[in-house]
């Protein structure tokens, strides 16, 4: 395949871990994805399979997670139910300013646990997790903003890549 930036080069084939920062999230990784390079210009094209099964996957990590959810994944889990801001705020009964602060970077709000459950429920229910249950159950002891990373791996499927021991 020749590069199209540049009609220069045939494009390098390698497949690399990479950071998914299109999905929002500071803190998703690919692991082993296709990435074509052109070795003139540099232009890269990642290929990503199955988008809408990675984007289930991840949003099923965020729901089982136990630290409370950060703007970013509030936003995520939003975008995964297909919902509008103005959606969100008329499914969770608040007005849209109450959405603005949940999700912002700058000044965030912390949603009400009630209501991050409910968020939570929301996406669960689109399709059956285990242990739901039992990881928010822990939710009101656990107040930790800490970003730890998560990969995600494509093998005939994509699912979270359980590191050993943990
Ligand atoms: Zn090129």
């Avoid at 232009?43 to 990590?61: D, F, G």
């Avoid at 997790?129 to 656990?142: F, G, K, M, P, R």
């Amino acid at each position: 395949m020749i590069c199209h930036e540049c009609n220069k080069s045939e494009m390098i084939e390698r497949h690399e871990n990479v950071r998914y920062d299109e999905s929002g999230l500071p803190n998703v990784v690919l692991e082993a994805v296709k990435v074509r390079q052109c070795p003139t210009c540099g232009n890269r094209l990642v290929t990503i399979p199955r988008l809408s099964e990675l984007h289930r996957c991840i949003a099923v990590h965020l729901v089982k997670k136990i630290a409370r959810l950060a703007p970013a994944d509030i936003r995520f889990l939003r975008k995964s139910l297909g919902w509008s801001k103005n959606d969100f705020a008329k499914k969770m009964h608040v007005n849209i300013e109450q959405v603005y602060r949940w999700e912002s970077d700058k000044s965030p709000k912390p949603m009400m646990i009630q209501s991050e459950l409910l968020l939570r429920a929301f996406v669960a229910i689109g399709k059956k997790i285990e242990n739901y249950d039992e990881q928010v159950d822990q939710l009101a002891t656990i107040d930790d903003l800490e970003v730890s990373p998560f990969s995600m791996v494509f093998d005939n499927g994509w699912h979270e890549h359980q590191l050993v021991g943990a």
